[in-house]
């Protein structure tokens, strides 16, 4: 088979003289051309009314903030064991766990709640303090 088609030639697109139906495609207006505004000018009390916004919002953000931030531990809150370190003794404990009273007692609440017959204690060993 013989090939009856001259690929070298280009095809026209259309009948010579003949004229588009869609005109000149430079002179097609986009649809969303960027219009020529001029500039953005705040007068005095816009600008007053922005600064009021910017202020309000700002105090907004702050007050919920401070909402939703955890509460405080308290202060004279002790933890619920302790672990004993070298040197610790049950005196020393009984002042850092119950700062401000008589440690005399705190010494004697130790020995009953963590069942301690003598005042010794090992590093390492836990303790309950409440």
């Known amino acids: ?3 009856a088609l001259d690929l070298a ?3 026209p697109s259309s009948p010579a003289g ?4 869609g005109g000149d495609l430079a002179a ?3 649809l969303f051309a ?3 505004r001029a500039p953005l000018r705040l007068t005095r009390r816009g600008r007053w009314v922005v600064s009021v916004l ?3 919002l700002a105090l907004a953000l702050v007050s919920l903030a401070a909402r939703s931030a955890p509460a405080p531990a308290p202060a004279g809150k002790a933890p619920a064991v302790v672990t004993v370190q ?8 009984a002042s850092q766990v119950a700062p401000g009273t ?4 705190e010494v004697d609440a130790l020995q009953r709640l963590n069942h301690l017959a003598t005042v010794d204690l090992a590093p390492g060993q836990v303790l309950r303090t409440r």
């Open 28 to 30: 097609v207006v986009p």
């Open 54 to 56: 910017v202020l309000a």
């Open 102 to 105: 008589d440690p005399r007692a």
């Open 9 to 11: 030639t280009p095809f």
């Open 86 to 93: 070298v040197g610790d003794t049950l005196w020393s404990i």
């Open 34 to 36: 960027p219009a020529d």
């Open 1 to 3: 088979m013989a090939a």
């Open 18 to 21: 003949a004229a588009r139906p």
